[in-house]
């Protein structure tokens, strides 16, 4: 059976998921210094929320206390890495851009209100529903099957189809609010104003510190962080 096939699979992805969260899920980044930095020019400080989608959460604050506007664009924070405390070798990685991210969302949601379930027979002609009836009435007798059955495991099918759009669907708004109204987006801070939201890093897996770079104008600042599970 198609739905039996499909349960088989939904469990199988939801294993492989469960599997693969469970190496970070207990990861946690603890500040090594202070982590607020206080110059003539600016007051930031960075703080560790979580995990979320696999990547370092964090939230920022900035005040600009200079005379001039300066630009912060959070595409260009980044952090370094070192594989082993021994060795000096750093890697940068670079966060997730929010203007890209919301903008691959809104694409891939535009593409998925799109879909059309195909085992429902909303929006079929008449015509249709009875030359697929007949078709199927007609493969069921060859091979001695009953058709309401087939009747019902279309309606299965239709079922399960849905839940998942669904599913998929709301995952996906969900993110976007994230992106749209939590995350820290490009933008000028005019002097003695502030700003704050949150900026998102991939994670990398067994490291023992980073140091997260905050650029503000031609400035940048270090956070530095020890990760722990």
């Known amino acids: 059976m198609r739905n039996t096939s499909f349960i088989i699979v939904f ?5 492989c998921t469960t599997q693969r969260f469970a190496t970070t ?42 005379k001039d ?24 990685i670079y966060s997730i851009n929010p203007k890209e991210r919301i903008k691959k969302l809104e694409s891939q949601k535009d593409s998925l209100m799109k879909e059309k379930n195909p085992y429902s027979l909303a929006g079929k002609s008449t015509k249709e529903i009875v030359k697929n009836g ?33 599913y ?4 996906m708004e969900k993110e976007l609010d994230f992106w749209n109204n939590d995350a820290l987006l490009p933008q000028v801070v005019a002097p003695n104003n502030k700003t704050s939201g949150k900026v998102l890093f991939p994670v990398s897996m067994n490291v023992k510190a980073i140091q997260v770079r905050i650029l503000i104008q031609n400035d940048t600042l270090n956070y530095r962080f020890i990760q722990s599970d």
Do not use: C, M
């Open 11 to 15: 469990l199988i992805l939801a294993s």
């Open 25 to 66: 899920s207990n990861l946690s980044l603890k500040p090594l210094n202070n982590d607020t930095v206080q110059i003539d020019k600016y007051h930031a400080k960075v703080n560790f929320i979580r995990l979320n989608n696999q990547n370092y959460e964090f939230s920022v604050f900035i005040k600009n206390n200079s």
């Open 69 to 92: 506007t300066v630009s912060i664009n959070p595409s260009l924070f980044s952090y370094n890495y070192i594989p082993n405390i021994n060795e000096t070798n750093h890697h940068l």
């Open 134 to 166: 007949l078709i199927q009435g007609t493969v069921a007798t060859l091979f001695g099957q009953d058709p309401k059955k087939w009747e019902s495991q279309r309606e299965e099918d239709e079922y399960y189809w849905e839940q998942n759009h669904n």
């Open 168 to 171: 998929q669907l709301n995952k």
